[in-house]
């Protein structure tokens, strides 16, 4: 006759092996809930391996792997040759009573805060939800792209690195690291710089980059030129650092430099934030006579140039212009990149490349906010560095994503001839698309998610001389695209119409 300990595990236990968690997991964790309901109580035998096997219809050995994940978890104790018993661990943290008339809300978590914090209007999310099929962005890469099983192998390689583990168990290192050798021979070879390790900071993201170096840069008040239209995070970013945002006049040869020399005077500009190989978010390139226009105005009147050069890797006519970084002589640039946009999101990093003595300061703060970083990841980055496999990703991916470029460019020849004006750019991932008409980009969008497209608000741009989308390509095929025009036309002739 079966025990009752037997009955309540038939009636209770189910588990389905198409399910990504193992089924000795699933039935783990149904023991436990059934220990925690008291359905089972402390001190109560349960069966052996073997019964167990027949009662639940799996392979011992998932029987075995059930009750050591219980033992483990410190739920029951093995005994050997007598059996396995239930245990309930102790609770140690003593319940504060409560006392008062607010006893019946002491036990659950409140909504607000009982004290004043500071709240920060700039950091307010621009993250929108939607149920649409397609989705637009600001010029993303296709992540369908990443060779998944290439580097599940490389993952698995770096993980079992004896050096690595070595590494991941010091609190500090003595010696520069792999990886920002690595990072210095591919920047050395792909950007035209003579750098060393001690001049690169290597961070998370570029906008973890960008807030590190605002922090030491930027105090209350400071004076930071951007472009008329820029990037709504880095704009951001100095703004919660307290500095003063000034915008800047952006043509088709990039940043207006004439015109900070005509309205602003020496030492009254703390920094200028320039993307200079592509504008966000207009593409356009800032010009070889206006990028030495600028490292001699920064010298002459004391300011830092940020060069952002968010997508150098996405070239795909000509050769790609060397930063400004490259040319500089007197320390004034601090430039910031990405390394590994082809891959996985949590394969890719952040890097700044400045004058020693600020990457020293920089990384002080670093440690404040990131002391150990992603170790596997920059042993996997700088592993395909050494071997190549970044650059050939790079050139592979972007033979793709010209060919989308370019149907994308001949879709909306076809669909908006007389509606839209653009350029199509030499690289990137966006097409600055202006409309000929004004219309509201507010109804356009509500529109378009009507036809199953979302246009988050961070690529509309509307004001009194503007009208225009940043229009993220990347992460479409050419089938998608198609679809996405026509579903884009049809709201323009709905909003037109209107």
């Given at each position: ?71 483990s978890q410190g739920w029951v104790d093995i ?349 990137g991932l966006a097409i600055w698309l202006q ?64």
């Amino acid at each position: 006759m079966d025990s009752p300990v037997n009955n309540i595990l038939k009636q209770l236990i189910s588990f389905d092996k198409s399910l990504v968690r193992p089924v000795y997991v699933q039935v783990a964790q149904q023991i436990i809930n059934a220990i925690q309901r008291g359905y089972i109580s402390k001190g109560h035998k349960l069966p052996g391996t073997r019964t167990l096997s027949n009662l639940l219809t799996i392979h011992r050995n998932t029987a075995v792997a059930i009750y050591d994940e219980l033992a483990s978890q410190g739920w029951v104790d093995i005994v050997a040759n007598k059996g396995t018993f239930v245990l309930e661990p102790e609770k140690t943290t003593a319940k504060i009573t409560a006392t008062g008339k607010s006893v019946n809300q002491a036990y659950s978590y409140p909504r607000e805060a009982g004290f004043p914090f500071q709240e920060s209007f700039h950091l307010a999310s621009t993250v929108q939800e939607t149920t649409a099929t397609f989705v637009m962005n600001d010029g993303k890469p296709d992540l369908r792209l990443h060779p998944t099983h290439q580097f599940s192998r490389w993952y698995s390689a770096a993980m079992k690195r004896k050096s690595l583990m070595h590494h991941w168990n010091r609190s500090t290192a003595s010696t520069t690291s792999n990886f920002k050798t690595q990072l210095c021979n591919y920047l050395n070879a792909t950007r035209g710089f003579h750098i060393h390790p001690n001049h690169i900071l290597s961070t998370r993201s570029t906008e973890m980059s960008l807030y590190i170096v605002s922090q030491l840069l930027i105090k209350q008040n400071d004076v930071v030129l951007v472009g008329q239209l820029s990037h709504y995070a880095s704009n951001t970013i100095f703004q919660e650092a307290g500095a003063t945002i000034k915008t800047i006049p952006v043509d088709e040869h990039g940043l207006n430099v004439e015109y900070i020399k005509k309205h602003f005077i020496k030492n009254s500009i703390r920094c200028v934030y320039v993307c200079s190989h592509r504008h966000y978010p207009t593409t356009e390139t800032l010009n070889a006579e206006r990028r030495l226009q600028l490292l001699q105005l920064a010298k002459s009147y004391g300011f830092a140039i940020i060069e952002d050069d968010y997508d150098y890797d996405f070239q795909f006519e000509g050769s790609a212009m060397l930063p400004m970084a490259t040319a500089d002589a007197d320390g004034m640039v601090i430039y910031l990149g990405k390394m590994g946009q082809s891959l996985f999101t949590s394969f890719q990093s952040g890097f700044v490349v400045a004058p020693e003595n600020l990457i020293s300061e920089a990384n002080n703060y670093l440690s404040l906010l990131d002391e150990q970083g992603d170790l596997i990841q920059q042993q996997m980055l700088a592993e395909l560095i050494s071997e190549g496999e970044i650059y050939r990703l790079v050139k592979k991916n972007n033979l793709i994503y010209k060919q989308r470029c370019n149907y994308l460019c001949e879709q909306l020849k076809h669909y908006f001839e007389d509606i839209v004006a653009f350029k199509k750019p030499s690289g990137g991932l966006a097409i600055w698309l202006q409309f000929r008409k004004t219309i509201s980009l507010v109804r356009l969008a509500e529109e378009a998610e009507k036809n199953n497209l979302f246009l988050p608000k961070t690529i509309l741009y509307q004001d009194k001389s503007t009208c225009a989308i940043r229009l993220g390509y990347g992460h479409l095929n050419e089938e998608e695209l198609e679809t996405i025009v026509i579903k884009l036309k049809r709201a323009y002739d709905n909003v037109a119409t209107l």
